[in-house]
């Protein structure tokens, strides 16, 4: 039998529902797997087995009891440490809010005590959620980035610590450390899961997304945090949308997909180019290769006018009381975004509609983009977390990403396929990288 700590949470879940595996059998598998790859991989900022023990035991007392219990009952899950969680250390990856313990959870962690997910501990994020590294190593190999800045939520799903993970992107924070270790990453549309209780750094940008093993335990994960939040105006109030059923759905039709090089496609690795080549012609005459429109070329100067103005608005209190414990990086930021004028940030808003609008065009013609979330497999070296730029413009755009360990670098390393969807049709692009997921597993199964 596969170990417990290595099935995804969409097995996991009907068991535990049952009581075929207890909460606390799980939680104790994970614990065991922390133990063993912990102090290789140092995912965790905060991590108590007492406290997860606790959680577990009440999981499954209230399941024996035929109360009801949530949809992700007795699941481990794991927290980016910019998340704020009551009473447990939330120190934002920076000494500068070292012993931070909140009075309250984020709107999210709240919801996934309420589904009934174990709250397993605080993930490594880079500091700030910004470009300054954490702890974190790859798992699969140690000297190599896991990449950022949900370092610890993507390393510790890859290794089996836990079944899921929440992290946050404000250009590649989720998509990027996925497909460098392996991982299905989703970040939603933007303003689909609420933010409040998670650090602001660019408010136009900030997205929550997920880590987990497969594409329906990544639309698990988000069905049970989205909706409304009056405190976050980014939320709306419509319908929370059954993501988890429409990813497993079959789609009325064999997906078309958009072959995007985008305007960065000089950044991509050699085996990158090539091995999206191949994947274009193995989908055949459901793969058409797109040329964006000619204002794409501005998105990433956009992006970048955008998250530093904005940083430097919401990161300036760290800047003015402890700037000497801040890494350059993030200085750097800091002062870069208070030389932006308010002209050109103004401006640079507008472009977000106006890139959607071309997006538009094309989504009515293909299910998903498709295209990499990386230049190539994790890079060497632990002094950066890798090039982020195949995410930027969607993060811009606020249009919903996954990405899919379907690929293999030349050090047989994962890399990761980027599907791309129109603004709030997640649950159609869920559908379509799941079709491509079983897709791709089918043939190499027959080849």
Request: charged content about 20%.
């Amino acid at each position: 039998m596969e170990p417990l700590a290595d099935l995804t949470a969409s097995e996991l879940r009907p068991r535990l529902a049952k009581g075929d595996i207890q909460a606390s059998e799980l939680v104790e598998a994970c614990l065991a797997r922390i133990e063993e790859r912990e102090p290789q991989v140092e995912a965790w900022t905060f991590l108590n087995p007492d406290f997860a023990r606790a959680q577990a035991k009440s999981a499954d007392e209230k399941r024996v009891s035929g109360r009801p219990i949530g949809p992700l009952h007795g699941l481990p899950v794991g927290i980016k440490d910019i998340v704020d969680t009551k009473g447990i250390p939330t120190e934002n990856g920076t000494p500068l809010d070292a012993g931070r313990r909140p009075g309250d959870d984020a709107a999210l962690v709240a919801k996934l005590r309420e589904a009934g997910a174990i709250i397993m501990g605080k993930t490594v994020t880079t500091e700030l959620a910004y470009f300054a590294p954490g702890k974190t190593k790859n798992p699969h190999d140690s000297a190599r980035t896991p990449g950022g800045s949900s370092s610890g939520s993507a390393a510790a799903v890859a290794a089996g610590m836990v079944p899921l993970a929440i992290g946050t992107q404000t250009t590649g924070s989720v998509i990027r450390p996925a497909a460098f270790c392996g991982v299905v990453g989703y970040k939603p549309t933007y303003g689909l899961i609420p933010r409040s209780g998670v650090v602001t750094q660019a408010p136009h940008l900030d997205t929550i997304g997920a880590f987990g093993r497969c594409v329906e335990d990544v639309a698990l994960l988000a069905e049970c945090i989205s909706g409304f939040d009056p405190r976050d105006r980014a939320t709306s109030a419509i319908p929370r949308p059954p993501l988890q059923s429409q990813a497993v759905s079959e789609p009325p039709l064999t997906p078309n997909f958009a072959f995007v090089r985008s305007p960065v496609w000089d950044q991509a690795e050699e085996v990158t180019k090539e091995a999206f080549g191949e994947l274009a012609a193995f989908l055949g005459g459901n793969c058409d290769e797109v040329v964006l429109p000619s204002p794409f070329a501005e998105g990433h100067a956009i992006h970048r006018t955008i998250m530093l103005a904005e940083l430097s608005k919401n990161f300036g209190h760290y800047y003015q009381r402890g700037k000497d414990q801040l890494s350059p990086q993030m200085c750097a930021a800091v002062e870069e975004g208070r030389s932006i004028l308010a002209h050109d940030y103004m401006a640079a808003l507008d472009w977000i509609e106006v890139l959607n609008a071309g997006l538009d065009e094309i989504f009515d013609r293909y299910d998903a983009l498709i295209t990499p979330a990386a230049p190539g497999e994790a890079p060497l070296g632990l002094e950066a977390t890798g090039n982020p730029a195949f995410c930027a413009l969607w993060t811009l755009c606020g249009t919903p990403a996954v990405t899919l360990p379907l690929l293999e670098g030349e050090n047989s390393l994962p890399m990761g396929v980027q599907l791309i969807g129109p603004r709030h049709d997640d649950g159609r692009l869920l559908r379509t990288a799941n079709w491509l997921s079983r897709h791709v597993s089918e043939q190499s199964d027959d080849a």
